[in-house]
Antibody, heavy 120, light 110 residues
Framework: QLQLQESGPGLVKPSETLSLTCTVSGGSMSRSDYYWGWIRQPPGKGLEWIGSIFFGGSVYYTPSLKSRVTISVDTSKAQFSLRLSSLTAADTAVYYC????????????WGQGTLVSVSS | QSVLTQPPSASGTPGQRVTISCSGSSSNIGNNAVNWYQHLPGTAPKLLIYSNDQRPSGVPDRFSGSKSGTSASLAISGLQSEDEADYYCAAWADSLNGQVFGGGTKLTVL
């Protein structure tokens, strides 16, 4: 059974770039039935999809963040990563990584989430 | 403001049946599968319903989903105290070429 675990800094300064990594265990990332996705939840707000990547490298992002987001995958390390640039306080959120079923776009397995605060 | 519209709150007493609605448009719900998630504070969201009405393994049959046109619904029967959580619908949005979530519904078990 797949397990996902996010890692990265808990505190980042405004204008800097956030880098988060999701480590996958319990199965291969090189599979055609899953995308690998990132979702976030700002304090007191709802869930927001950030973007998803296929193991072969094809990637898609939510339009509102597209200019600041990069998602990459390294199957040899069983990891995929999120980079979000030009941070502001509005990027403060719990960030989740998850598997996304290619057939239904459902997020099936989630990491526990990591809180990222943007503050000087 | 979310592309998919959910009521901000819902409530029921133990044993009751409650429904949560999710309203969208032809470019999202009307043309794509709807998925539902349960989110308890401090935990990871959990997939509850996928592809409109399918339950993942381990999800009780008290939870059911349906879709009609540009709207979808989540029904919870035999309400239990542990069902108190936030519930989110989600779907692919053709116009955005990406996924969208509803704003979430906070379910209170009275």
């Amino acid at each position: 059974q797949l397990q996902l675990q996010e890692s990265g800094p808990g505190l980042v300064k405004p204008s800097e770039t956030l880098s988060l990594t999701c480590t996958v265990s319990g199965g291969s990332m090189s599979r055609s039935d899953y995308y690998w996705g990132w979702i976030r939840q700002p304090p007191g707000k709802g869930l927001e999809w950030i973007g998803s990547i296929f193991f072969g490298g094809s990637v898609y992002y939510t339009p509102s963040l597209k200019s600041r987001v990069t998602i990459s995958v390294d199957t040899s390390k069983a990891q995929f990563s999120l980079r979000l640039s030009s941070l502001t306080a509005a990027d403060t959120a719990v960030y989740y990584c998850a598997t996304e079923m290619t057939s239904t776009n459902a997020f099936h397995t989630w990491g526990q989430g990591t809180l990222v605060s943007v503050s000087s | 403001q979310s592309v998919l519209t959910q009521p901000p709150s819902a409530s029921g007493t133990p044993g009751q049946r409650v429904t949560i609605s999710c309203s969208g448009s032809s470019s999202n719900i009307g043309n794509n599968a709807v998925n539902w998630y349960q989110h308890l504070p401090g935990t990871a969201p959990k997939l509850l319903i996928y592809s409109n009405d399918q339950r993942p393994s381990g999800v009780p049959d008290r939870f059911s989903g349906s879709k009609s046109g540009t709207s979808a619904s989540l029904a919870i029967s035999g309400l239990q105290s542990e069902d108190e959580a936030d519930y989110y619908c989600a779907a692919w949005a053709d116009s955005l070429n990406g996924q969208v979530f509803g704003g979430g519904t906070k379910l209170t078990v009275l």
